[in-house]
């Protein structure tokens, strides 16, 4: 059974960091590229950052570079979301998803499976 689990949110202050994690399994790992995704109230889902199996190249929307890291722990089949300088605007549910191929695509159609979602809220 392909399991994505989503965890690491929780409420910040602005300005502030969170760690999120997406521990997969029921898949290979190293076929998959593996992305964040958030939702905030009444909008669509947007792409946040991507890392590619294949080449281990990483994506970032323009809103987060340079505040959001992406990482890999191919030991334990988890990606990490490190989220510094927290704003408001970055609230959301924000979930990560694997796409077969390994490398990222920013269509989230395109993506095979998804995990449950967590919760980030930013005070300001």
């Known amino acids: 059974e392909v399991q994505l689990q989503a965890s690491g949110g929780g409420l910040v202050q602005a300005g502030g960091s969170l760690r999120l994690s997406c521990a997969t399994s029921?898949?290979?790992?190293?076929?998959?590229?593996i992305g964040w995704f958030r939702q905030a109230p009444g909008k669509e889902r947007e792409g946040v950052s991507c890392?590619?199996?294949?080449?281990?190249?990483?994506h970032y929307a323009d809103s987060v570079k340079g505040r959001f890291t992406i990482s890999s722990d191919n030991a334990k089949n988890t990606v990490y979301l490190q989220m510094n300088s927290l704003k408001p605007e970055d609230a959301a549910v924000y979930y990560c998803?694997?796409?077969?191929?390994?490398?990222?695509?920013?269509?989230?159609?395109?993506?095979?499976?998804w995990g449950q979602g967590t919760l980030v809220t930013v005070s300001s």
């Open positions: 998803a694997a796409q077969l191929g390994g490398y990222c695509s920013g269509d989230l159609y395109e993506y095979d499976y």
């Open positions: 029921g898949f290979t790992f190293d076929d998959y590229a």
């Open positions: 890392i590619s199996s294949n080449d281990g190249s990483r």
